[in-house]
């Protein structure tokens, strides 16, 4: 029975293994959409991501009830639980590391109100990164571990760009490359 069970348990790894690959996939997927100004097709897979996310929670609540089938006691279960892989690190940096994601959203709707509403990602991007390159820290200014030659606050300066497209505050059908506000976001810095 002990040696079904270690089957089991290795089966698990590579199940929890797997699912995590493919949630960095779809990630740098989401991540290369969004670069290239596919707004559509960035949201599905970013839900895409959060299904896949969510299957992993279900396959790790399955894990931990094949191991309470096995336990026997409470003091020996807590002596035979075994310990968790951690999830291989890609880059990921602590919290307050580098510059939250809603740092971006003033300076972004700001730059495109000075620019007349709309303007080229890239050229957005460069005035942005004027404005907060004060607030930047080194591990910003680093390269994106999904995308190295590409600075990590560029790529979060364009997850926040999402964000205000979602929210309304930037509009959802420009042309490609080209970022534009919305009267509601130019609403939103007129108040700030």
Same mark, same amino acid.
């Given at each position: ?17 797997? =699912? ?6 779809? +990630? @740098?997927?989401? /991540?290369?959409?969004? $670069? ?7 949201? =599905? ?10 299957? *992993?929670? /279900? ?19 807590? $002596?035979? +639980?075994?310990?968790?892989? #951690? #999830?291989?690190?890609?880059?990921? @940096? ?15 709707? $700001? ?6 509403? /709309? ?17 930047? /820290?080194?591990?910003?200014?680093? *390269? ?16 926040? +760009?999402? *964000?205000?497209?979602?929210? *309304? @505050? @930037? ?19 007129? #108040?700030?």
């Amino acid at each position: 029975m002990e040696s079904e069970n270690q089957e089991v348990r290795a089966a698990f790894e590579a199940l929890r293994q797997a =699912i995590e690959t493919a949630v960095d996939a779809c +990630k @740098l997927d989401a /991540s290369q959409t969004m $670069q290239a100004g596919d707004l559509e097709n960035t949201e =599905i897979l970013i839900e895409r991501c959060r299904r896949i996310q969510r299957v *992993g929670e /279900s396959v790790r609540k399955s894990e931990d009830e094949w191991e309470n089938a096995f336990r026997t006691n409470r003091r020996r279960r807590r $002596q035979e +639980k075994p310990a968790r892989s #951690r #999830r291989r690190n890609l880059g990921r @940096l602590p919290k307050g590391a580098r510059l939250a994601e809603g740092e971006y959203r003033q300076p972004i709707l $700001q730059t495109l109100v000075e620019m007349g509403g /709309s303007g080229s990602a890239g050229e957005v991007l460069d005035r942005v990164f004027a404005r907060v390159k004060t607030l930047l /820290s080194p591990a910003d200014l680093e *390269g994106n571990p999904s995308q190295p030659t590409q600075a990590r606050w560029r790529n979060t300066a364009q997850w926040c +760009k999402l *964000g205000l497209v979602r929210d *309304g @505050l @930037l509009k959802r059908k420009s042309p490609h490359g080209i970022w534009e506000t919305t009267e509601r976001g130019r609403d939103f810095i007129r #108040r700030v």
